[in-house]
């Protein structure tokens, strides 16, 4: 398969990928509207200034191509959507009921850069109709997603990648990687994708990227969003639909594509699991709105050229199925709301189903175990010459351990604001109270969290988070938020809000004020009180003798002592481990 148009000349791998040989293509072509991956050598990328010219200029030539500059980045330059419709409407309010839209999100990794030039080759050649696309089709993409990282250009930072000469930074102008902020939203990056995603609302996502971790034979991977996570139409159709309609028009038109190849530093001979996708990732948001998504991931050690043809060519496929299953993606967001009502259980906490694979015909390069040369130790070494068909078991089933069920509302103080900013940024609607009122709510109590010692994109994230839950009457403020779930933010508000799911805001540290004590007690003054406390409530005294004659570090510490019935006192402070986001049942 050749692109419709091509520089001097365009290095393009055997489809089979069995060899390392390659083939010189010399196709001519017009010099007006090359990209700039065009004229370059077949292993160069665009840089950030060259991308936005020539969008600029497409832009200006076609009717059907806008260019769009909306919000701001962190690196201080605003993120752009291009876009092509064939009619040259660009109402996506309009758009999206009408016809069906695929969005296409490049450079959230500016070391990863095939999707930015195959971008530049598609809209190029369906705006000047080199390439048809139905009627019924608008593709829009965000050149670069990752402005600050593509901006710090450099030619070493991706020591296992083949090409291409030079290439941006994972890190974006504040060192923070973008592929785990679409949830905490510590970024303008995210903040502004916020914006886009809520007005465009596609009905398909691509995320583009390029993987780590094995070799093998494929120049394409392909990572959809977990479908038993998705759940509901969406799920199912993105499962038994979109994964294997992808799939074989690939393959039709010579191009083989595997799951994500989900291992690091070893073979893959053994089999492999899908990637679960927290909401922290691009596909994993996109699932919080019911959208369908995947992420292509091209191989890092295939020629660049060859990377950026099996990106351009998995998005005409992908354009292809949006348009001959486009009633059924549209239904998808109608009826998806329906599975998120109160009263229903969301699930959770999900795991492998290690009884549930699929035999996967993998086809990979002989894995040999050597002695290192620079170390002395064993090293592992794949031998590509010598390409190996193997039967490896895929596993693409996860299960959920537990599920919470969907409240009417939440209620949110309003000292909060934090939290109030990214339902803001995300569209969550919500009403104020105008009056002081008393409620009935659930809430809940800290019982016992762990805390990563490491940092990790800015937090010290909690996980194994554990609560106890307990109806109570509270009295909330004019102006604290009632967040109804009927709305279709339903999924969002539950993995931000519920404290015990993996990417919640107590998870980031959000709330983390709740978990530290602001009033203690002196031994030698509550000592009296303590005293007083026993004398009067024998079930606590029953309790606290027992305490001491079952633990011995207990019974030797008289600190500890103290502070076990500090905590059973009206002296001990009621917000201290309390959750301050309350349900409506």
């Known amino acids: 398969m050749r692109f419709h148009s091509i ?26 509207h090359q990209t700039p991956f065009e004229r370059g050598n077949g292993n160069t990328t665009a840089t950030y200034e060259e991308l936005m010219e020539f969008y600029r200029d497409l832009a200006r030539e076609y009717a059907e191509i806008n260019l769009q500059t909306l919000g701001e980045t962190d690196s201080g330059e605003p993120l752009h959507l291009i876009t092509y419709n064939a009619d040259g409407g660009f109402d996506f309010q309009k758009l999206r009921k009408e016809k069906v839209v695929l969005l296409i999100l490049n450079g959230i990794h500016p070391g990863e850069p095939d999707g930015i030039d195959a971008t530049s080759l598609l809209m190029r050649d369906l705006a000047s109709g080199k390439v048809t696309v139905p009627g019924n089709i608008v593709i829009s993409a965000i050149p670069v997603y990752n402005i600050g990282g593509a901006l710090n250009r450099n030619s070493g930072s991706r020591a296992n990648q083949n090409g291409p000469e030079s290439y941006g930074f994972r890190g974006n102008s504040r060192n923070y990687d973008l592929n785990r902020d679409f949830l905490k939203m510590d970024t303008g990056n995210a903040r502004t994708f916020a914006s886009i995603f809520k007005m465009v609302r596609p009905h398909l996502f691509l995320d583009t990227h390029v993987s780590n971790g094995a070799d093998y034979t494929y120049t394409l991977t392909h990572l959809f969003t977990q479908h038993n996570k998705l759940g509901g139409p969406a799920g199912s159709f993105l499962e038994n639909t979109l994964r294997p309609g992808l799939e074989k028009a690939l393959l039709d038109n010579g191009w083989s594509i595997t799951p994500y190849v989900n291992v690091f530093n070893r073979p893959p001979d053994a089999g492999f699991s899908q990637f679960m996708d927290y909401p922290r990732y691009s596909t994993g948001y996109a699932a919080l709105w019911n959208t369908p998504g995947l992420m292509v991931e091209t191989h890092m050690l295939k020629p660049y050229a060859s990377r950026v043809e099996g990106t351009y060519e998995l998005m005409q496929r992908l354009m292809s199925l949006a348009e001959t299953h486009g009633d059924a993606l549209k239904k998808i967001r109608e009826v998806s709301q329906d599975f998120y009502r109160a009263g229903k259980f969301y699930p959770f906490n999900w795991e492998i189903d290690s009884t549930a694979y699929q035999d996967l015909t993998f086809i990979g390069y002989r894995a040999d175990t050597i002695i290192s040369s620079v170390t002395g130790l064993p090293r592992l070494k794949y031998n590509r010459q010598e390409p190996v068909t193997l039967k490896v078991p895929y596993y693409n089933e996860f299960r959920n351990l537990d599920s919470i069920q969907i409240p009417r509302a939440y209620i949110l103080p309003r000292s909060w604001t934090r939290i109030r900013e990214r339902l803001d940024w995300n569209g969550i609607e919500y009403m104020e109270f105008e009056a002081d009122s008393t409620l009935e709510v659930t809430r809940y109590r800290i019982e016992d969290y762990k805390t990563y010692a490491r940092p990790y994109e800015g937090h010290y994230p909690h996980y194994q988070t554990q609560i106890q839950t307990e109806v109570d009457t509270v009295a909330f403020r004019a102006g604290d938020l009632w967040i109804p779930t009927t709305q279709e933010g339903v999924r969002y508000l539950l993995e931000t809000l519920e404290p015990q799911l993996p990417d919640s805001f107590f998870n980031w540290n959000f709330f983390d004020p709740i978990l530290q004590q602001k009033e203690g007690f002196s031994p030698y003054v509550f000592e009296d009180t303590a005293a007083e406390m026993l004398r009067a409530d024998s079930a606590l005294r029953k309790a606290f003798e027992m305490k001491k004659a079952e633990d011995s570090d207990f019974s030797n510490n008289a600190y500890v002592q103290l502070e076990w019935l500090f ?12 959750y301050p986001v309350y349900r409506i049942e």
């Open 7 to 32: 520089t001097t000349y365009f290095l393009t791998c055997s489809l089979a990928l069995l060899s390392s040989s390659c083939v010189e293509n010399t196709e001519k072509v017009s010099p007006d």
């Open 567 to 578: 905590l059973r006192s009206p002296n001990y402070e009621s917000a201290h481990m309390q």
